[in-house]
Nanobody
Framework: QVQLVESGGGLVQPGGSLRLSCTISGSILSINTMGWYRQAPGKQRELVAIVSTVGSTNTADSVKGRFTISKDNAKNTAYLQMNSLKPEDTAVYYC??????????????WGQGTQVTVSP
């Protein structure tokens, strides 16, 4: 069974920084992509950033220049460095990952979500 373990959320003042981590727990064969989505109250879940196994990234325009996604392949871990946080970044952030579970099965998993609150 593949699980995603998230950490790093919390309360921060506007202009502050947080780093989210997401680690894949369980035995897998390979990772295709890892990424972060977020969902604010009353809004749809939206893509924040995604990184492929070869390191190419895609970042939402709303966070470009402030958020950076990275991945440590050896640790099966993805990071989301969030700088210059704004109140509108307040949301539950969800990690996602997909890849090969074994030679015949794929996996696509979501983390449980971590709350990020940006407030004075």
């Amino acid at each position: 069974q593949v699980q995603l373990v998230e950490s790093g959320g919390g309360l921060v003042q506007p202009g502050g920084s947080l780093r989210l981590s997401c680690t894949i727990s369980g035995s897998i064969l390979s990772i295709n992509t890892m990424g972060w989505y977020r969902q604010a109250p009353g809004k749809q879940r939206e893509l924040v950033a995604i990184v492929s196994t070869v390191g190419s990234t895609n970042t939402a325009d709303s966070v470009k220049g402030r958020f950076t996604i990275s991945k440590d392949n050896a640790k099966n871990t993805a990071y989301l460095q969030m700088n210059s946080l704004k109140p509108e970044d307040t949301a539950v952030y969800y990690c996602t990952a997909d890849g090969l579970y074994n030679t015949t099965s794929v996996f696509a998993s979501w983390g449980q979500g971590t709350q990020v609150t940006v407030s004075p």
